[in-house]
């Protein structure tokens, strides 16, 4: 008995901070290792388990104080909640109660930012100044960022902090290769960020929030969709001209068919919750495997 209840609080707390989206911090974070490694021949696995800690506590950070605003704003009550959207349903549903889970967040945030403070001290100011942006961004994406448009570029930076801070931590300097793939990453994660949100896009704006879907439009939204995806490819394949990719690099397009059926579901149907899910489906596959392909082209 003492095994079920313990193992049911477990997979609560697990969907309260999205286990599976994890995933795109360690795309990041395993893109700046890759790069370190192939520039500079560095790779220090303390610190390379502390950084995936580290960043796994933030990005867990952002997921609960999301979950706990969007309840205490009554968005997630008015969402149709998919595996992609529509938030987690602990709060709705009181598996997990708003205390609990405001809590769990600013304790998940005070961890990442105990691991960015060690890196601070072995590898200074630059490192403080990216955890700064960290923390004030973790704490107000959910109260300010995302009333403003702005949630799209927030994570879309987020992303390319990560690859940065994780390559320097590994080599204590700065390259512009590694700003380079993670604007990719940042912009593969701001596509999912952005297509994920057309779904709550009516519940969103009765409460005030303003995606960028709802800045522009769902039409032009959905047309909007390949610009993101092409632009990812376009600047993978520059940067083997630049020399902030590889060649290899390219294998990164394998991804091509879910990019071509995320756009073609968006533009069969991108008002109603059961078209839009086989098109977040396909960008989160998309994203998943360029990003994961990207870094493992740099170890070639």
Excluded: C
């Excluded at 008995?1 to 969907?15: F, N, Q, Y």
């Excluded at 100011?125 to 955890?131: E, F, G, R, Y």
């Excluded at 991108?270 to 989160?284: F, I, K, N, R, S």
Aim: cysteine-free; hydrophobic content about 55%; charged content about 15%.
């Amino acid at each position: 008995m003492v095994v079920v209840k313990a193992t049911l609080i477990l997979s609560s707390w697990l969907r309260a901070i999205r286990i599976r989206f994890l995933l795109a911090s360690v795309i990041a974070v395993s893109n700046g290792l890759a790069i370190a490694y192939w520039k500079y021949g560095q790779f220090d696995p303390l610190y390379a388990g502390l950084t995936y800690a580290g960043v796994a506590f933030l990005h867990a950070s952002v997921d609960l104080l999301n979950d706990y605003w969007d309840h205490k704003r009554g968005i997630d009550s008015a969402t149709t909640r998919t595996k992609f959207s529509g938030g987690t349903g602990v709060l709705p549903e009181n598996v997990l109660t708003p205390k609990a889970v405001y809590a769990a967040g600013v304790a998940f945030l005070v961890l990442g930012v105990l691991v960015g403070a060690y890196f601070v001290a072995v590898r200074g100011i630059t490192i403080a100044v990216i955890l700064g942006f960290a923390v004030v961004a973790i704490y107000f994406y959910s109260t300010s960022i995302v009333n403003s448009g702005l949630g799209e570029l927030f994570v879309g930076i987020k992303g390319a902090m990560i690859v940065l801070g994780t390559f320097y931590v590994q080599t204590g300097v700065i390259d512009a290769a590694a700003l380079f793939v993670g604007i990719i990453v940042g912009l593969l994660s701001a596509t999912v960020l952005f297509v994920n949100s057309f779904p709550d896009f009516e519940a969103d704006r009765s409460k005030g929030r303003r995606t960028l879907v709802i800045v522009i439009g769902r039409e032009k939204g959905a047309k909007a969709l390949p610009l993101f995806m092409v632009a990812a490819y376009v600047l993978i394949a520059a940067g083997v001209l630049l020399n902030f990719t590889k060649v290899y690099s390219l294998a990164s397009f394998v991804s091509l068919p879910f990019a071509i059926k995320a756009v073609a579901r968006m533009r069969q149907d991108h008002d109603t919750v059961q078209g839009l899910v086989p098109a977040m489906d396909a960008t989160v596959t998309y994203s998943r495997i360029t990003g994961f392909v990207l870094a493992a082209s740099l170890l070639f």
